[in-house]
């Protein structure tokens, strides 16, 4: 299993400005994942955080608005830049210690976002 | 494309039985994975069928019929900690979650 930390817990943040959220593993994992979820709704996959290489990113997000960290098999960033009130929401990163997306992912507690 | 459907909200008693269903339609597709979220926490893996039939863990069980594109997570014995979120999920080269349903379990 893995135990997942997320730095900050929540923020409020002006429009414009630019904000990066930690995320810290407690053991390797294989696959890191971010996540945005709207209080009372569901999960929608923002990127793949690769190490040591460009983040994959889903339909609709992109680097310049997301960019992703993944420097080693336990830490990730991911930024979101010139924000505006629409990227009000919580973000989740995740973790995996297998190879597959059916392997168990490993949820952190979130950053909850409010863009002013 | 893709798309998972699942009930909004259910309500039962506590030591009740209650299903939550969730019908799919996709391209691709290795399993179906089930996570549990309580208000302001984070998901929490329940339980993963990558064949038909029946999964059980304890108080919950798991079902999933290929090819019905069907799943459905089991809660028996319910007790009033089991309010929360449940998501079934899609697995296939990533994961995709449905939108949830909401259990409240009264006494």
């Known amino acids: 299993s893995a135990v997942i930390s997320q730095k900050p817990s929540r923020d409020i943040c002006q429009r414009g400005t630019s904000l990066t959220i930690q995320c810290q593993v407690d053991?390797?994992?294989?696959?890191m994942f971010w996540y945005r979820q709207q209080p009372g709704q569901s999960l929608t996959l923002i990127a793949t955080?690769?190490?040591?290489?460009?983040?994959?990113?889903e339909s609709g997000f992109v680097i310049d608005k997301f960019p992703i960290s993944r420097p080693n098999l336990t830490f990730s960033t991911l930024t979101v830049s010139n924000m505006s009130p629409e990227d009000s929401s919580i973000y989740l990163c995740?973790?995996?210690?297998?190879?597959?997306?059916?392997?168990?992912?490993?949820f952190g507690p979130g950053t909850r976002l409010t863009v002013l | 494309g893709q798309s998972l459907e699942q009930p909004s909200e259910v309500t039962a008693v506590e030591g009740a039985i209650v299903q939550i269903n969730c019908t799919y339609q996709?391209?691709?597709?290795?399993?179906l994975s089930w996570y549990q979220q309580h208000d302001g926490g984070a998901p929490t893996f329940l339980s993963y069928?990558?064949?038909?039939g029946l999964e059980e863990t304890g108080r919950f069980s798991s079902f999933l019929s290929r090819s019905d594109s069907y799943g459905y997570l089991l809660l028996q014995e319910l007790q009033m900690k089991d309010s929360a979120s449940y998501f079934c999920?899609?697995?296939?080269?990533?994961?995709?979650f449905g939108a949830g349903t909401r259990l409240t379990v009264k006494p």
């Open positions: 995740s973790g995996t210690t297998g190879y597959s997306p059916r392997d168990t992912q490993y």
């Open positions: 053991s390797q994992v294989t696959m």
């Open positions: 955080a690769n190490q040591g290489s460009e983040a994959t990113y």
């Open positions: 996709t391209s691709g597709f290795y399993g």
């Open positions: 069928n990558g064949l038909d």
């Open positions: 999920a899609v697995v296939n080269n990533d994961m995709r």
